[in-house]
């Protein structure tokens, strides 16, 4: 079993920058992949970006070159830089942990998740 817990989340303005961090604990022994999704009200949950346990990220269009994602596997944990928020960026986001090495851009690829964080960005 693996606990994933979020932080970072918060209320900032159109351009503004926040992080996101992704602490794992619990049975991390293996080579795994993680990713961050996010949910808006009334939409479903989308992929935003995926790390695999060697470094290589994937990201959604709508964020690339404005958000990058990291991983310490030292300390179990990913960081989500988002840079150049717009309020398009406002949803819950999730972290996610893969039971393999190998980024999924749908949910149903990922066995554990974190509670959620909220992000709101205003215009």
């Known amino acids: 079993q693996v606990h994933l817990a979020e932080s970072g989340g918060g209320m900032v303005q159109a351009g503004g920058s926040l992080r996101l961090s992704c602490a794992a604990s619990g049975r991390t022994s293996s080579p795994y992949a993680m990713a961050w999704f996010r949910q808006a009200t009334e939409k479903e949950r989308e992929f935003v970006a995926g790390i695999k346990y060697n470094g290589d990220t994937s990201y959604a269009d709508s964020v690339k070159g404005r958000f990058t994602f990291s991983r310490d596997n030292a300390k179990n944990t990913n960081y989500l830089q988002m840079n150049s928020l717009n309020p398009e960026d406002t949803a819950i986001y999730y972290c996610?942990?893969?039971?393999?090495?190998?980024?999924?851009?749908?949910?149903?690829?990922?066995?554990?998740w974190g509670q959620g964080t909220q992000v709101t960005v205003s215009s």
């Open positions: 996610a942990a893969s039971s393999l090495n190998w980024v999924q851009q749908t949910p149903r690829g990922y066995k554990y």
